[in-house]
């Protein structure tokens, strides 16, 4: 079972700043990796799919990047609503699995 | 707009079984896969599994084969989630999530069912 490793564990910054969130798979996963915001006490939201494809109503300043091993969450300037939990997921094939997640706090 | 309505929270004891439910609304049904996840409290979501709406076939991950059943109603626009044999570590927030369009990406999540398993 291929595993998701997600760094840092938390991320504090303040708005207005830029988050870098890793992914690394622990096999090959191509481009199948999807990244999901998850806010307390809500269901995880869809951000990214495929790596780098911001899904509908996804603004501009989240992008995703990477393939093979190693992927990238950009939030190229943190707003109030984006202090959450980020996890990836891949989806090449079963079973699916998520990262353990990072948790972006403000500082 | 797309809408997955899950049922209420449950309290079980240890061996009993749960079924959730969600249902759906705002797209055709049979059009998209659904699958399960739960979360944990305080953990990364688990996969659970999967079903095709259009002809009832499904996967399940390996850590839940033969406790878990995913089936749906299409006339209700429904699918239901049962797992058995429930013990302590099962006590988490079930999801149901409809696949986004490309497979396995859950665009759509309902709003989660809080299973609690205590004695």
């Known amino acids: 079972e291929i595993v998701l490793t997600q760094s840092p564990a938390t991320l504090s910054l303040s708005p207005g700043e830029r988050a870098t969130l890793s992914c690394r798979a622990s096999?090959?996963?191509?481009?199948?990796l999807v990244w999901y915001q998850q806010r307390p006490g809500q269901a995880p939201r869809l951000l990214i799919y495929d790596a780098f494809n911001r899904a509908t109503g996804i603004p501009a300043r989240f992008s995703g990047s990477g393939s093979g091993t190693d992927f990238t969450l950009t939030i190229s300037s943190l707003e109030p609503g984006d202090f959450a939990v980020y996890y990836c997921q891949k989806r090449d094939k079963w079973p699916l699995t998520f990262g353990g997640g990072t948790k972006v706090e403000i500082k | 707009q797309v809408q997955l309505v899950q049922s209420g929270a449950e309290v079980k004891k240890p061996g009993a079984s749960v079924k959730v439910s969600c249902k759906t609304s705002g797209y055709t049904f049979t059009s998209y896969a659904m699958h399960w996840v739960r979360q944990a409290p305080g953990q990364r979501p688990e996969w659970m599994g999967w079903?095709?709406?259009?002809?009832?076939?499904?996967e399940y991950s390996q850590k839940f084969q033969g406790r878990v059943t995913i089936i749906r109603d299409t006339s209700a626009s429904t699918t239901y989630m049962e797992l058995s044999s429930l013990t302590s570590e099962d006590t988490a927030v079930y999801y149901c999530?409809?696949?986004?369009?490309?497979?396995?990406?859950?665009?759509?999540w309902g709003q989660g069912t809080l299973v609690t398993v205590s004695s």
């Open positions: 096999q090959s996963v191509g481009n199948y």
């Open positions: 999530a409809r696949e986004y369009g490309s497979g396995s990406v859950f665009g759509y």
């Open positions: 079903i095709n709406a259009a002809n009832g076939n499904t």
